[in-house]
């Protein structure tokens, strides 16, 4: 498709396990952001990659969580050891490079993460 | 504390009101932007502000910055059920920050 592609929209696990959500952003899409919503909140920010240059990693909540991104297409949210307050919505979103323009994010519909 | 605090945070109005959000912050911002976010979906971005004192409209939305570039309005004339959802705001800092960091959300209910 042409949008944001986010897997698996839904994800149950048991706390203690790890869980890898997937995003393939819009082809020619340089930029890609992760963020969590908990629920009937707001966005937080978790990272972001842009092109080859080191990712912004300053939203990651601890060392349980990680993220890869592969050139400028697909990326990977990594939760190790999840815990309950790890449940939420984890949306990503990409965009074109557009240097210091406030351009459009364009996001995934989400995958819902459940730790029970 | 959230750097991008929205008021209120919850509203419910019956169709025909007309309702006015607020997104407010002590840190001076290089553009604002306003999303709004169905159930199950993600964030559709509405409109990008940039500079102080823009006001910009679409359709029934009216959409202020103000002259500080601190704080946005939303004010929606005759609301809609199709209205409903959770609007956003997101502010990016700098002027080649990359980071968007978003307000709370005002979840909005308009009733028919």
């Known amino acids: 498709g042409a949008g944001v592609s986010q897997s698996p929209s839904n994800k149950v696990t048991e706390k203690g396990k790890d869980v890898e959500l997937r995003c393939d952003p819009i082809s020619g899409h340089t930029a890609l952001y992760w963020y969590r919503q908990r629920l009937g909140q707001g966005l937080e920010f978790l990272i972001y990659f842009q092109g080859n240059s080191a990712p912004d990693k300053s939203g990651l909540p601890s060392d349980r969580f990680s993220a890869e991104r592969t050139g400028e297409s697909v990326s990977t949210l990594t939760i190790q050891r999840t815990q309950q307050e790890d449940s939420a919505v984890y949306l990503c979103?990409?965009?074109?490079w557009g240097g210091g323009a406030p351009g459009e994010l364009f996001f995934g519909e989400g995958s819902r993460l459940t730790v029970l | 504390t959230q750097l991008l605090e929205q008021s209120p945070q919850f509203l419910s109005i019956q169709e025909g009101e007309n309702l006015t959000v607020y997104c407010n912050s002590s840190?001076?911002?290089?553009?604002l932007q306003w999303y709004r976010q169905e159930p199950g979906e993600g964030p559709v971005l509405l409109v990008t502000v940039v500079t102080g004192g823009e006001v910009k409209k679409l359709k029934r939305l009216t959409f202020q910055f103000g002259d500080a570039r601190k704080d946005s309005s939303l004010h929606i004339t005759a609301a809609q059920p199709g209205d409903t959802g959770l609007y956003l705001c997101a502010g990016k800092r700098g002027e080649y920050g990359n980071k968007l960091v978003f307000g709370a959300g005002t979840i909005l209910r308009v009733k028919s």
């Open positions: 979103a990409s965009r074109p």
């Open positions: 840190s001076v911002f290089s553009s």
